[in-house]
């Protein structure tokens, strides 16, 4: 399990393994403090949740779709 932390951050650097990224994520604490969005991160490699301003960015850019 994910060490906990508090919405404090306002840039966070997320994996593969993270996605589909929504914010809050579960190693927020308090995740609950907004509604949960889901935003598309792999075609720019970033995203910015519209409720707290936090910006994510994933890790190795974004990713090669073979579709």
Sequence with gaps: MAEQTDNKSRHIEV???????????????????????????????EALCPYCGTKYTLKGGPGKSGH
Excluded: Q, S, Y
Aim: net charge neutral.
């Design 15 to 45: 994996t593969a393994a993270d996605l589909p990224l929504h914010c809050p994520t579960p190693a927020m604490l308090l995740w609950n403090a907004h509604p949960r969005v889901f935003m598309p991160i792999e075609k720019t490699g």
